[in-house]
């Protein structure tokens, strides 16, 4: 059975710092991986999706990166502002039982003034 | 665009109570999905379906129904609401397997039985 680790569960930075998020899964055999922006009391935004056959993603600041072999996924925020302050979830979908997305508990984001 | 649209956005319900949950998307998906998203937790299946007239089982089903009578439309039905209910609950549409497999999320409708 597929389970998605997010850590950290809480991130607090000063604005401008680059920060890296990350997210860990125990079955390499993926199709892809998808990260999502959730703000407080709204649904989730798309930010990336990575194929299993790519190695990373980028749009805009933000780079997502795929280590499938070692199950590890990694989403980087350049010059970081207090707009992306949210919560960050990943979510999986497995080769066995592919219908489905295994979503990480997310990692609540806040960038300080 | 609309993408998926959920109905209503908040509701109370009391136990014992039963509603039906809208969802909706115009961009002719294969796939719908219902997540529900309890306090500090990730989402958690309920049912999906992978086209219409087929329907599966995820994590938590208990307690809840769904029907797909068109590709459109993906309803989740809760029957005998109870406390355990109460969360935040999402959904979901995919186009399918081949090429871009994106999942679009709708804005949520928040439950709370008392």
């Known amino acids: 059975k597929q389970e998605v680790t997010q850590i950290p569960a809480a991130l607090s930075v000063p604005e401008g710092e680059n920060l890296v998020l990350n997210c860990s899964f125990t079955d390499s055999a993926i199709y892809n991986l998808q990260w999502f922006r959730q703000d407080p009391g709204k649904g989730l935004t798309s930010l990336l999706l990575i194929q299993s056959s790519q190695r990373e993603q980028t749009s805009g600041r933000l780079n997502a990166s795929l280590d499938k072999s070692s199950g590890r996924s990694t989403l980087y925020i350049a010059a970081s502002q207090p707009g992306d302050s949210a919560t960050y979830l990943c979510a999986v979908r497995s080769i066995q039982g592919a219908q489905k997305l295994v979503f990480g508990q997310g990692t609540r984001l806040t960038i300080n003034p | 665009n609309a993408g998926v649209t959920q109905t209503p956005k908040f509701r109370i319900l009391k136990i014992g109570q039963s509603m039906t949950l809208q969802c909706a998307q115009d961009m002719n998906h294969n796939y719908m999905y219902w997540y529900r998203q309890d306090p500090g937790m990730g989402l958690k299946l309920i049912y999906y379906s992978v086209g219409a007239g087929i329907t599966d089982k995820g994590e938590v089903p208990n307690g809840y129904n769904v029907s797909r009578s068109t590709t459109e439309d993906f309803p989740l039905r809760l029957e005998l609401a109870a406390p355990s209910q109460t969360s935040v609950y999402f959904c979901?549409?995919?186009?399918?397997?081949?090429?871009?497999?994106?999942?679009?999320f709708g804005q949520g409708t928040r439950l709370t039985v008392v």
């Open positions: 979901a549409s995919r186009l399918g397997d081949l090429g871009n497999t994106e999942a679009f």
